[in-house]
Nanobody, 126 residues
């Protein structure tokens, strides 16, 4: 059973920073492509960043490139999303996701990811 549990969501002011965490079951963490998505009210869920566990290459959407960083802690089976220079338009529920197709890790299309966490709310006020 693939299990993903997000944490770290909060309310912050514009320009601030947050770090989200995603704890994954070991099987998932060591064999999957992991990603972060977000969904704002009345909007489609969009891919933010992805990474192959154990690999240095990361992929980002244009909307967050240069501000967000995806990273991993192999000892803790945990994925992170460091979010800097936050904007009100970053307000959304953020989801951790996983897929076994490593060769498609750069593809941030929602439908390509098979497993999802429950989400964590991020609110950025102006």
């Amino acid at each position: 059973q693939v299990q993903l549990v997000e944490s770290g969501g909060d309310s912050v002011q514009a320009g601030g920073s947050l770090r989200l965490s995603c704890a994954a079951s070991e099987y998932t963490y060591r064999r999957y492509c992991m990603g972060w998505f977000r969904q704002a009210p009345e909007k489609e869920r969009e891919g933010v960043a992805s990474i192959i566990i154990g690999d240095d290459n990361a992929y980002y959407s244009d909307s967050v490139k240069g501000r967000f960083t995806i990273s991993q802690d192999n000892a803790k089976n945990t994925l992170y999303l460091q979010m800097n220079s936050l904007k009100p338009e970053d307000t959304a529920i953020y989801f951790c996701a996983a897929k076994p197709e490593l060769w498609r890790c750069s593809d941030l299309t929602r439908s390509t990811f098979s497993y999802w966490g429950q989400g964590t709310q991020v609110t950025v006020s102006s």
